[in-house]
């Protein structure tokens, strides 16, 4: 069976250049597990996936929101906060022509705001 965009591929960090052109081509999805990630002592505050993924991927353009979200059970637990607290949210899409490169969803814990000088 070939890689297409019926994949879902979890914690893919270690992959080669070819490897990681390949996904990009493919359409499949990249997840990363903050739970694991955390659990095996990796530091999410340096270069991610997607962020290496976007040094190997070419992409034309790309869109960026941002929005309030309830935290999740497991969010809670990671970000240490209650559950139900409001989280920041940024959502950010890159693409290739019409062809989605990578998503990216990163959750900030209560406190957290967006600024902007006018």
């Not at 993924?53 to 869109?63: N, R, S």
Request: net charge negative; with cysteine; aromatic share 6%.
């Amino acid at each position: 069976m070939g890689l297409d965009a019926r994949w879902y591929i979890i914690y893919c960090t270690q992959m080669t250049s070819q490897e990681t052109v390949r996904l990009a081509q493919s359409e499949a999805v990249a997840g990363l597990c903050p739970i694991t990630e955390i659990s095996l002592g990796h530091k999410l505050e340096t270069v991610g996936a997607n962020e290496w993924l976007l040094t190997q991927a070419p992409y034309t353009h790309g869109e960026i929101s941002f929005a309030a979200t309830s935290a999740t059970v497991d969010e809670a637990i990671v970000l240490r906060c209650p559950e139900r607290s409001v989280l920041f949210m940024m959502e950010r899409v890159t693409l290739d022509g019409d062809v989605t490169v990578t998503t990216v969803c990163i959750l900030f814990g209560p406190g957290h705001r967006l600024c902007t000088v006018l």
